[in-house]
């Protein structure tokens, strides 16, 4: 069960002169299997499904008083004040609720196992009309890449980001290779890429036969350095990869400031930047050509699924091409080009327009989270927090802090810390330039001091719109904890 769809309190408790034919009503609706026993308030015991199950072996009736079956039962339970230290060593690892009460003894929380531990890095919401257009969708018989959801998608996406050519596709990744090839990247071009990123910016090039140069990032927003790139630039330069690195903006001005002076093609790769602006314009409107991910994990989300966006109408028509086997528009079956299969599903677009739906709501939530951990996380003189640039407004992907030098390398054991408390927390990307693959790309002249620095020293923190401030409060008690352990 989702975090966000956990019973209230009030949906789990039972008087105590309620039958067991009522309470096992009542154990239904919570989900739990389990309800928390009141009289005016006051707790007086906890009773299971399993419970009921025995009582009614020992020949109890349905219409028995729970009372009866309760009154010699031990249970557990502690001060709704108690630390989380105390309330994880109460629940141990068989208790699965445990209810919290205040100094009068009234019922006023209740802690569960994986509300308490089992807190992932990030998770989707679907509570809009997801099952609604899916099930339309299903009814339709349209469930591949044809179907009214694809379009509507599309124009829904459209209108939020002001891009006006939108093609969906099949992924993040997908849209970074067709963005490439629909703008003429071709084998032995250069093009420039941040060192510090997902994979998928640089596979792309390297799928055309193009050579990432890999430059260092900004330390302050994680994003490409503008000094970087002009340094890095030679006679078979192309293209530059702008990637807003956790949903992070940056001087978009000086880096097409760059790209024009040389001539050079533009790619923004927003995949985790759905709700990032630069001058109050979303990101994505400044390249040749932008692309946005869809993956479970980013802001919103149709399983795996992707968009790219072109600045002119001509790179769009190619791409839309490629997209489709490289298929000739008016004569079926025709292949004027070797295309890909890069279709997004009428399944998938229709989650993706539901998920529309909810993206004001889904960015507000981010950025209320952000500044939860800020304000919890405010007093740690241990850790830095990421800066914006004055007129960027980042989208908080996913919430990430940087440890101070002198607590950094004990950066994955503080990681391992946390997980074996159930809370997801993960490192930063390792710079590329380190894997095997890619330590060919590796010029020497390119320092990348800072992409190493950074990516032994991040911790990006969970980051679900589900998260709720007791969550968060938690996650930054026990990160307060931890790290205080290794404050030398």
Not at 4 to 9: A, G, T
Not at 123 to 146: A, K, M, R, V
């Amino acid at each position: 069960m989702s975090l966000n769809k956990l019973p209230p309190l009030k949906d789990l408790v039972v008087e105590k002169d309620c039958s067991l034919k009522d309470t096992l009503k009542i154990i239904e609706k919570g989900g739990q299997r389990i309800a928390f026993v009141v009289n005016n308030q006051r707790l007086i015991n906890v009773i299971t499904d399993g419970d009921i199950r025995r009582a009614l072996l020992k020949k109890f009736t349905l219409n028995t008083n729970i009372s009866k079956i309760i009154e010699k039962k031990r249970f557990k339970y502690l001060n709704v004040n108690a630390s989380l230290e105390s309330i994880e060593k109460e629940m141990g690892t068989n208790l699965t609720h445990l209810p919290l009460v205040n100094n009068q003894n009234k019922l006023v929380d209740y802690a569960i196992n994986f509300k308490l531990n089992k807190i992932p890095v990030s998770e989707p919401q679907f509570l809009g009309n997801e099952t609604l257009y899916l099930n339309d969708c299903i009814n339709s018989g349209w469930i591949s890449s044809g179907g009214k959801y694809v379009k509507l998608f599309e124009k829904s996406f459209s209108k939020f980001v002001k891009s006006k050519y939108t093609l969906s596709v099949t992924s993040g990744t997908t849209a970074l290779h067709l963005a490439l090839a629909s703008l003429g990247i071709k084998k032995d071009d250069e093009v420039i890429l941040p060192n510090l990123t997902f994979i998928s910016p640089v596979n792309a090039a390297i799928y055309l036969g193009a050579k990432p140069v890999l430059v260092d990032i900004d330390e302050n927003n994680l994003c490409i350095d503008p000094k970087k790139i002009e340094k890095a630039i030679t006679k078979k330069t192309r293209a530059v990869v702008l990637v807003y690195l956790y949903g992070h903006g940056c001087d978009v001005d000086k880096i097409k400031k760059i790209t024009k002076k040389y001539n050079l093609i533009l790619v923004e790769d927003c995949a985790e930047g759905m709700g990032t602006y630069f001058k109050n314009r979303h990101v994505g409107n400044f390249g040749d050509a932008s692309t946005f991910s869809f993956f479970g994990n980013k802001t919103i989300t149709t399983g795996e699924g992707g968009m790219v966006c072109f600045k002119k109408k001509k790179h769009y028509e190619i791409a839309k091409k490629l997209r489709d086997h490289g298929m000739n528009s008016k004569k079926r079956y025709w292949h004027d080009h070797i295309g890909y299969n890069y279709r997004m599903t009428n399944i998938q677009a229709a989650v993706g327009l539901a998920q529309m739906e909810r993206l004001e709501f889904f960015i507000k939530q981010k950025k209320i989270m952000a500044k939860k951990y800020r304000f919890y996380l405010n007093k740690n003189k241990q850790i830095f927090f990421s800066k914006n640039f004055s007129k960027t407004e980042s989208s908080y992907w996913l919430y990430y802090i940087k440890l101070k030098k002198k607590i950094s390398h004990a950066r994955d054991a503080i990681i391992n810390i946390l997980l074996k408390k159930g809370i997801e927390v993960r490192n930063c990307f390792y710079p590329i330039h380190l894997m095997n693959p890619y330590k060919k790309y590796h010029s020497k002249k390119n320092n990348l001091e800072k992409s190493i620095k950074l990516s032994q020293s991040i911790i990006a923190l969970p980051s679900s719109v589900n998260l709720g401030d007791k969550e968060i409060k938690n996650i930054c008690a026990n990160l307060n904890s931890v790290l205080r352990k290794f404050d030398l």
